[in-house]
């Protein structure tokens, strides 16, 4: 079966803090993705990955930064966190050769205080 | 008009009932279609691809109309467990060129299934 795992499921962070969302996937992926879930907005994505050092811009990228130096490790930083950034984050990975079915992780519910 | 639009419902129905939700699509150059479960604070999950001529796994069959651009999915002989929200997803092109793609994610269809 395939591992998405997220360092935290719960993180209570104050205005202006820096705050790091890890994601780890034990399947060798080469595609990785973080989203963030708010009621009647959906699934939106912020940034995501293709290879290792490699990252691009997803719909909503605005205060946020990645880091992918190692395959199964993609992060997501707040480089100072805000209020309106409190949100469900989910960390997906899909193989090069699926046809974009994603795995996702169990979620980071973040609430920035 | 959104990407991808679904009735977010809630559906309530009971045990045993047949349920249907549709999902439609704006952009015709979609290629890819996917619907996955999302259980309350859980992360989603696929349930099931969706085929041109249509696919069905056991109590649950996914249709394809490209004319007028929607897929629907049919639950059979609703369970308790089938309650969630189902969301509908969309590959569609993410440059002009079409060289890539992306996913697009409808808000979701909730449904609850009642003793």
């Known amino acids: 079966d395939v591992k998405v795992t997220q360092s935290s499921r719960y993180l209570v962070k104050r205005t202006g803090e820096k705050v790091f969302l890890e994601c780890v996937q034990d399947m060798d992926h080469e595609n990785m993705f973080w989203y963030r879930q708010d009621p009647g907005l959906g699934l939106r994505l912020i940034y995501f990955?293709?290879?290792?050092?490699?990252?691009e811009k997803g719909d909503i990228p605005e205060g946020y930064s990645v880091s992918r130096e190692k395959k199964e490790r993609f992060s997501l930083i707040l480089e100072s966190a805000s209020t309106n950034q409190t949100s469900m984050y989910l960390c997906?990975?899909?193989?090069?050769?699926?046809?974009?079915?994603?795995?996702f992780g169990a979620g980071t519910r973040l609430s920035v205080l | 008009r959104k990407e991808v639009e679904q009735d977010p419902g809630p559906f309530n129905v009971p045990e045993g009932a047949t349920v249907a939700f549709n999902c439609t699509y704006s952009?015709?150059?979609?290629?890819?279609f996917f619907w996955y479960r999302q259980d309350c604070r859980k992360e989603p999950k696929l349930l099931m691809s969706?085929?041109?001529?249509?696919n069905e796994d056991g109590r649950f069959t996914a249709q394809l109309n490209r004319a007028s651009q929607y897929i629907s999915l049919l639950i059979r002989d609703s369970k308790l467990s089938d309650s969630a929200t189902y969301l509908c997803?969309?590959?569609?092109?993410?440059?002009?060129?079409?060289?890539?793609?992306?996913?697009?994610w409808g808000l979701g269809t909730s449904l609850a299934v009642n003793p």
């Open positions: 997906a990975s899909r193989p090069g050769t699926a046809k974009n079915i994603q795995y």
């Open positions: 997803v969309v590959n569609i092109p993410s440059d002009n060129a079409g060289n890539n793609r992306k996913l697009i």
């Open positions: 969706v085929y041109s001529s249509g």
């Open positions: 990955s293709y290879d290792v050092k490699m990252k």
């Open positions: 952009n015709s150059a979609s290629q890819s």
